[in-house]
């Protein structure tokens, strides 16, 4: 029911857009979000949007990364600039149904299958 597309290989300092297109039930959900996932590492928030138009970004990535939604075609968006080899990682979408935390990958009640973001050096 979410579906992630948009990764692959780009060099220090270049950009990718990650999309993410959902059913329209799922696509109202109270909030949608993007978290990484590395190896080796545990899953990693980095932003949400939240229905009212809140947007929320972990440290790492703000100003380099916008989340958006396109309401029309029921798809999130995640817009990733000056792209490190840090932020290699498969990279998840997912949506919260009900009242969470937006950083808390537990809170979140459908999850997208991922795509992966290479970035070298």
């Known amino acids: 029911q979410l579906q992630a597309s948009g990764g692959g290989l780009v060099q220090a300092g270049g950009s990718l857009r990650l999309s993410c297109a959902a059913s329209g039930r799922i696509f109202n959900s109270y909030i949608m979000g993007w978290f990484r996932q590395a190896p080796g590492k545990e899953r990693e928030f980095v932003a949400a949007?939240?229905?009212?138009?809140?947007?929320y970004y972990t440290d790492s990535v703000k100003g380099r990364f916008t989340i958006s939604r396109d309401n029309r075609k029921n798809t999130m968006y995640l817009q990733m600039t000056s792209l490190k080899p840090e932020d290699t990682a498969v990279y998840y979408c997912?949506?919260?149904?009900?009242?969470?935390?937006?950083?808390?990958?537990?809170?979140?009640?459908?999850w997208g299958q991922g795509t992966q973001v290479t970035v070298s050096s």
């Open positions: 997912a949506a919260m149904i009900t009242v969470g935390d937006y950083d808390d990958r537990g809170s979140y009640d459908y």
């Open positions: 949007s939240r229905w009212s138009g809140s947007t």
